[in-house]
């Protein structure tokens, strides 16, 4: 006999307890009145599966892992265990407490539910989240430890002039010394050559009155001799030495300079509340006036897309086939040329400093790897618009249907599809379509459509088509559309490049009305940048210290900006 259809007996709804019951919710094993069905379905975190009560399917009750010809309606909660009516003869489980064993599989389905919730929502965002944290400390630590790199070898550059000067004032005294010794020698060679000289005569003129026999000459004949007895002064010089002092290598290394010991400290992990909010960093407020601190030629025509490689090195690319790797003094570091020869869309660092670049016109996503290009995705019945690196290395992008009928967003992992985000909770389309055209040099898009991740994982798309910044959580359920701030503009709010920061804000380029908007993380106006002489924001970029890189399409200049 059905036990849930005993004579004589009203049956009530397991949720208010007084009405009669009129519908089953098979998901979760509960019966309902006409009141509690719709409470019931408002939990839109749970697919519910109601139905007319008669129409439930036959309870499943398990086989007994005992007893393999009855199956289990009870549950022993001291043993934790299903139990069938032989178990229960057997006096195994007198004096335990049992339960109807559909109840127990509701309740942990339920438990189970909210476990799964727990994890989707809170517990794994945090741990993706630390996993984006360490990975910016990564490049902070290559950053940091260049400038320490950079401070030595310009303490080694001003010690090197220091040694060349004291070596050169050395060299030069040396040289003094040695002409002032050659002078004085030279000087007494002179004395010398010149006695020997008056020898040489006074000899000479001996020997001819000697062989003449010249009586006057004899007799008128003086002697020089005692004139020369008396030698020249002999010159004696203390030559000059060198007397290096020993070199102290302890005191050399303090005169140089020392490093700071490396401290590191492991903090334990926070346990996490079952309703904790995700922390944030320390606040950095807004900036009343926005500081342009570089402006840079970027050398092209027209500029599309930017994206920070590090704190001084920017990728960028426009209306060819060449992606350039620019310095903020605008050098050209280095530059690569798509395979295909069609122009990129859009470019994104990854985690790993990887640069990837997606090609409408044969649907690829490609990687570039020690400067060789690699395709990873190759679509098929959509068209790749623009990409982001979100966290934990995925890829995020917004695509196109054939037909420029459809728009969604998908989630890639390790090339991967893991998430595909097109519908809201009504079924109707989150993103606008059509905007694309084919012609004979390809593709042509209005309908620009720029994704970024949020630190707080949600997912923020600038659709130009729409007017509006949609953005959803990490599930992809809508959170927001911000359709532009009621100010004085003339013209409607066209949002093109969109880009976050560590403080959770959503920064994007109006076009067409040359200014930045910033939103807080729940799409709350704060304020423009509109100074700083912006003509024509497109792409957007914010590094990992919060400095915004734009990139003005016609001028193609790209501008650093300090908003923060």
């Known amino acids: 006999m059905d036990p849930f259809r005993r004579a004589q007996i009203t049956l009530l709804c397991d949720q208010c307890e007084t009405a009669p019951l009129q519908s089953h919710c098979e998901r979760c094993h509960i019966n309902l009145c006409k009141v509690c069905v719709g409470e019931h379905l408002s939990d839109s975190s749970i697919r519910h599966s109601v139905v007319p009560f008669e129409h439930r399917k036959p309870a499943n009750y398990p086989k007994c892992l005992n007893h393999a010809d009855e199956h289990c309606k009870h549950y022993c909660e001291n043993c934790d265990i299903p139990v069938c009516s032989t178990c229960l003869s057997s006096g195994k489980h007198e004096d335990h407490t049992l339960s109807d064993i559909l109840e127990n599989l509701s309740s942990k389905t339920q438990s189970l539910q909210n476990d799964l919730e727990e994890l989707e929502t809170r517990i794994y965002p945090r741990y993706k989240e630390m996993a984006s944290y360490v990975q910016i400390e990564k490049v902070e630590l290559e950053m940091t430890y260049g400038e320490l790199v950079t401070a030595t070898d310009q303490q080694g550059e001003v010690w090197h002039r220091e040694i060349t000067a004291i070596v050169n004032q050395l060299k030069s005294d040396i040289e003094e010394m040695k002409n002032q010794h050659l002078s004085i020698l030279n000087k007494n060679k002179n004395e ?147 395979e295909s020869r069609y122009q990129p869309r859009d470019i994104a660092v990854t985690r790993d400093g990887d640069l990837v670049y997606t090609v409408p016109e044969n649907k690829t996503i490609n990687l570039v790897k020690n400067k060789q290009i690699q395709t990873i995705i190759t679509l098929k019945g959509w068209i790749p618009l623009n990409v982001c690196s979100a966290s934990v290395d995925d890829l995020l992008m917004t695509m196109i249907s054939d037909d420029s009928k459809q728009s969604k967003v998908v989630r890639y992992s390790n090339s991967t599809e893991t998430q595909t985000i097109q519908f809201d909770d009504q079924g109707r389309p989150l993103y606008s379509s059509g905007g694309c055209i084919i012609n004979s040099g390809g593709f042509t898009f209005s309908n620009t459509k720029y994704i970024s991740e949020n630190r707080n ?60 908007h910033i939103l807080d993380q729940d799409g709350q106006f704060l304020r423009y940048i509109q100074t700083c002489d912006l003509l024509g924001p497109y792409g957007l970029c914010v590094d990992v210290r919060d400095t915004l890189f734009v990139a003005e399409h016609g001028t193609a200049n790209l501008k650093r900006i300090h908003y923060l």
Not at 214 to 238: A, C, G, M, Q
Not at 322 to 333: A, Q, T
Not at 465 to 485: C, M, P, W
């Open 192 to 338: 010398i050559t010149q006695k020997i000289t008056e020898l040489k005569q006074i000899i000479s003129d001996l020997k001819s009155i000697l062989q003449s026999n010249d009586v006057s000459l004899t007799s008128t004949y003086k002697s020089r001799n005692s004139d020369f007895k008396s030698l020249p002064p002999k010159i004696r010089v203390t030559l000059p030495s060198f007397s290096p002092p020993k070199i102290n290598k302890d005191q050399l290394n303090e005169m140089f300079g020392s490093l700071s010991p490396l401290s590191i400290n492991t903090e334990h992990g926070d346990t996490m509340k079952s309703a904790e909010a995700v922390s944030s960093p320390p606040v950095k407020p807004l900036l009343d006036e926005p500081r342009l601190t570089a402006t840079i030629d970027t050398g092209r025509s027209l500029l599309l897309s930017i994206c920070c490689l590090s704190e001084e090195q920017v990728w960028t690319c426009g209306n060819n086939e060449i992606m350039k790797l620019l310095n903020l003094k605008g050098k050209l570091l280095t530059s690569i040329q798509t």
């Open 457 to 516: 994982l949600d997912i923020c798309v600038a659709d130009r088509v729409a007017r509006a910044v949609v953005v959803v959580n990490q599930l992809g359920k809508l959170r927001f559309k911000y359709t532009g701030h009621s100010s004085n503009t003339k013209k409607l709010f066209n949002p093109v490049g969109i880009t976050t920061d560590n403080q959770s804000h959503i920064l994007t380029a109006d076009y067409n009305n040359d200014r930045i």
